[in-house]
């Protein structure tokens, strides 16, 4: 079933997941700490957090709406200090996509790169978190 709640107050008992994916959220979230030791609750000793957001860029803010967003040693800090293992990958190629999306003239050139045999949609761009929590941590 499907329950809508409030990420940083789940109405669930702890260690009830094995997993808890949040995408694309943390970046909307006044308290993104509060909403990680609440997620690292309801985890399963074991348990993962499946995590993704958009790399802060220096040069430009992704979306108006994001409260705050990280690089990915301020993502990896903030995590670190709510579960015992942090593993950053990439693998959020939103750039591409809006470049894509911009123009009849940019879509060919991708869509040619692509015929090309380079798939910029599957290069790692942006941050992805997988955090594990650990039966030592409790």
Request: glycine share 2%; proline share 5%; hydrophobic share 40%.
């Amino acid at each position: 079933s499907l329950q809508l709640a409030n990420c940083a107050a789940l109405p669930f008992a702890s260690d009830y997941f094995n997993v808890v994916v949040l995408t694309d959220v943390i970046e909307h979230l006044e308290d993104p700490q509060k909403t990680l030791s609440e997620i690292f609750r309801v985890l399963k000793a074991g348990g993962e957090l499946l995590l993704s957001t958009p790399l802060k860029q220096p040069e430009m803010i992704w979306d108006k709406h994001h409260i705050q967003e990280f690089t990915a040693l301020e993502l990896g800090t903030m995590c670190s200090s709510v579960f015992q293992t942090v593993h950053l990958t990439a693998c959020w190629p939103m750039w591409w996509f809006r470049q894509y999306c911009k123009s009849s003239s940019r879509k060919k050139l991708i869509n040619a790169l692509v015929r090309l045999g380079y798939n910029p949609f599957s290069k790692t761009e942006k941050p992805s978190l997988k955090l594990k929590k650990e039966i030592s941590t409790k």
